[in-house]
């Protein structure tokens, strides 16, 4: 954190990788390094998030609702760094679930009431191999929820699945609050923005018809640069799109 905070980043989305990072004393340590810097907090994902089908949408109910009671940890986390959003990946394997998409909506809206009653939104990503990977799902969940939902865009995401990611972005429509940018070409889902063919004004024109007015992260993989100033280099041609 430090190291990006020195290059001159200064929005983060923290990526929770053990209970232990939700202590009061790592938090409060992590604040620091971002407060010295005048570095902010945006978003955090869980490291749950590969369990989410078990916790939320089984037909085990107490487990919700222990869920639910753990999730709220995350709430506090978030808070704690001043963050806004928790992005759910939400049910894995659904193609073998009995859980009804009507089902699916009801368990998120108690998901997504819980973290609004913290100050913490609770948004929907679009994952491969989840049951938020279709456009249309996503159309339909927005639909369905209205106001009581909202949702992170991911391009590599959309790509890896096999859909077109400006379907889905414009699937999540008005409801869209945050997003997740990278790259892609025909021999790689996941580059630095900037380093593959996605076509960043068709987005941002599709972007400026729902008035976005959230964030940009640049989310990829330690692999995917071969060096911190690669990384920098990407920051500015983002910083140039976003203007």
Do not use: W
């Not at 749950?48 to 753990?70: H, K, Q, V």
């Not at 089902?103 to 609770?122: D, K, M, N, P, S």
């Not at 018809?209 to 911190?228: A, C, H, Q, T």
């Amino acid at each position: 954190m430090a190291q990006l905070t020195n290059m001159g980043f200064r929005l983060f989305e923290i990526f929770f990788n053990t209970y232990g990072e939700l202590r009061p004393d790592y938090l409060n340590n992590l604040k620091s390094i971002l407060d010295s810097s005048g570095s902010a907090v945006k978003s955090i994902h869980p490291f749950t998030s590969g369990f989410e089908s078990m916790m939320f949408f089984s037909d085990y109910d107490s487990r919700f609702t222990d869920s639910l009671d753990f999730y709220r940890k995350y709430f506090e986390a978030a808070g704690r760094l001043g963050a806004e959003i928790l992005v759910l990946h939400g049910q894995h394997d659904y193609l073998y679930s009995t859980l009804s998409e009507e089902e699916y909506f009801e368990r998120y809206a108690l998901l997504h009431e819980a973290g609004r009653r913290c100050g913490i939104q609770v948004a929907q990503e679009n994952v491969n191999r989840f049951r938020s990977e279709d456009p249309g799902f996503i159309r339909r969940m927005r639909e369905y929820l209205g106001d009581g939902c909202c949702f992170v865009f991911d391009i590599k995401q959309a790509v890896r699945a096999g859909k077109d990611p400006y379907e889905m972005c414009r699937a999540m429509g008005d409801r869209l609050v945050h997003i997740h940018l990278n790259d892609n070409n025909g021999k790689s889902d996941c580059l630095l923005p900037g380093d593959g063919t996605m076509d960043y004004a068709r987005l941002m024109r599709l972007l400026d018809d729902f008035g976005y007015s959230g964030d940009f992260i640049i989310e990829v993989y330690r692999k995917s640069f071969p060096n911190l100033d690669h990384l920098l280099h990407s920051r500015h041609f983002v910083e140039q799109l976003v203007k």
